[in-house]
């Protein structure tokens, strides 16, 4: 499949680079009328979640995940890549409950963003859980994950110091704070 040249109806092309178990790499060419096509590579991607587990008004569930790419752990909210026909919503719930061994009651679509759409087609889907009950972990042979719940003031520490490193956890943690900031008279 690799080097296939596909065309859709707006006449761009793709190019088929590389196909993994994960992701594929095309190279596309955009049309531009009177002026010469762009090319781009592109890394398409399923798309993936973030949960942002709360315990209470309090404490959010965190993550410290050994990545191996930057062969280092990260502080992080719980994540990962959607299966075929797998909905976001799914996708959350088996995340949650392998990376923190926590099931959640409820799950509220919380944030929507691209990661890097200057290469990757990957959308990321943020929920809020709450109504936490654990269940124990489920991680895969190659996850290095340690669960640890932090003082929602902790983590608001944390961010402003520059300690989070993961960017769907900044973008995460950063929306929630905004959105849960007392608001100052006459703004």
Known sequence: M??????????MTRTHLLTTRLFSVEHR???????????????VHPGAVVILPLLS???IVMIRNFRYTVERALWELPAGTR??????????????????GYRAAVMSPFLEFYPSPGILTERMYV????ELTQVGQ???DNEQITVEV??????????VRGEFEDAKTIATLATYFLRNAPRRRGT
């Open 2 to 11: 690799d080097g296939l040249r596909t065309f859709d109806t707006s006449g």
């Open 29 to 43: 060419e955009f049309p531009r009328p009177g002026r010469p096509p762009i090319g781009r590579d592109v890394v």
């Open 57 to 59: 008004e309090q404490q």
């Open 83 to 100: 299966e075929p026909n797998e909905s976001p919503l799914e996708t959350a719930k088996r995340e949650l409950e392998e990376e923190t």
């Open 127 to 130: 929920f809020a859980a709450s």
């Open 138 to 140: 489920g991680l895969q």
């Open 150 to 159: 932090v003082g929602v003031d902790v983590a608001r520490e944390r961010l």
